[in-house]
């Protein structure tokens, strides 16, 4: 297990980003704020979705519907 500062992980993303595929790595924050570095596919949560995550690393790429007032908003949710 690596332990290291938000400023080191902030410096060196892609190597702890690297290095949580096979080791666990925590961020701390101080003052009892730590973070885990977890690949999602490592990811062991009942409300973990994958094809949710999915949608939302492709959603750049996907059309969107830009909603302005709140009478869109009604529109739009009717036509769902």
Request: hydrophobic share 35%; net charge positive.
């Amino acid at each position: 297990m690596k332990t290291i500062t938000v400023s080191e992980f902030r410096k060196n993303i892609k190597k702890y980003a690297d290095l949580a595929k096979t080791e666990k790595v925590i961020v701390n924050r101080g003052e009892g704020k730590a973070f885990a570095i977890v690949p999602l596919e490592k990811v062991e949560d009942p409300g973990y979705n994958p094809e949710f995550v999915k949608k939302i690393l492709n959603a750049k790429e996907e059309k969107g519907t830009l909603i302005k007032t709140e009478q869109e908003l009604k529109e739009f949710l009717e036509s769902l």
